[in-house]
């Protein structure tokens, strides 16, 4: 820390405040009543997720910037300006000494910490979805995409009057669930959207043949094989989407549900059992 008439002063851990702290000690002879003084700290920080800061001056102005897409600001003091565009952010912090619970005169342990942390504001480095997230997602979608293929096989099984056992039906089972085992195997290696393209064009291969040689119909494997795939590329717009996931969600699974029911509006299934 340096600043005229102050010299340079080295930081040392604190004692006596609640949070753990740097200090740097200022001369005894500094008269710090009257006037302001300039104060210019360079720090640097890795693995930082949070940069916050105390309000314990009377008013206290903060402004940030920076090169980070996805800033957060839920917690503490809301800024009053904030921007982010193209990749970078900018915020403005403006808060008194009137908005926080202790006052401005203190002595060490006199304010308790969850009253400094409740006051604390600033920005948070928010990584929306990482490579495990993306995984975990999807396969919180697991059971709902299982059900939806078995559907849709049932579906084309009864549209081409072609049955399908259920020893058949098992088997397209655990080819279903394989297929995140290998989309998490993969994407450690290759990223989340090279793993998921290859692991869904694995498996609708695997289903188009299979099917194929099931139904004795090479257009049924094509078909079925062309259907799995639209169905696992609407998975990944799920996993993916950051503030649409719900309304595509919706909207997929109510478009998913009408196509079933208009195909097969005209089965008599009292027949067909």
């Known amino acids: 820390m340096s600043g005229t008439p102050l010299t340079q002063a ?4 604190g004692r006596g405040f ?3 702290v740097l200090t740097a000690p200022l001369r005894l002879d500094m008269d710090l009543t009257n006037g302001k003084h300039a104060f210019d700290v360079t720090l640097e920080v890795a693995g930082t997720q949070t940069l916050g800061f105390l309000p314990l001056a009377h008013s206290s102005r903060v402004e940030i910037r920076g090169n980070w897409p ?3 600001f839920a917690s503490g003091f809301l800024p009053v300006e904030r921007h982010v565009r193209g990749g970078r952010f ?25 009253d400094l942390q409740d006051s604390a504001f600033g920005v948070d480095l928010v990584q929306p979805v990482d490579l495990y997230q993306q995984v975990e997602r ?13 559907l849709t096989l049932f579906i084309w099984e009864h549209l081409t009057r072609r049955p399908v056992h259920p020893f058949q039906y098992g088997l397209m089972g655990l080819a279903l669930s394989v297929f995140f085992l290998l989309l998490l195997a993969l994407a450690e290696h290759v990223g989340f959207r090279a793993a998921y393209v290859i692991a869904a064009l694995a498996l609708c291969a695997l289903l188009g ?9 090479s257009k049924s494997g094509v078909a079925s094989s062309g259907i799995f795939g639209l169905l696992y590329g609407f998975l990944y717009l799920l996993v993916t ?24 509006r005209k089965v008599n299934w009292y027949e067909t059992a």
């Open 70 to 72: 996805d800033p957060g």
């Open 241 to 264: 989407s950051d503030d649409y996931a719900l309304l595509a969600g919706a909207l997929g699974l109510f478009a998913v549900l009408a196509t079933a029911m208009v195909l097969t």
């Open 10 to 13: 080295s930081f040392e851990p």
């Open 90 to 114: 900018d915020a403005i912090w403006e808060v008194l000494d009137l908005n926080r619970s202790f006052g401005a005169h203190w002595i060490e342990n006199n304010v308790s910490l969850a």
């Open 18 to 20: 609640p949070l753990a």
């Open 138 to 150: 999807a396969v919180k979608y697991a059971g709902v995409f299982i059900c939806l293929s078995f």
């Open 209 to 217: 043949v299979y099917l194929a040689g099931t139904m004795d119909s």
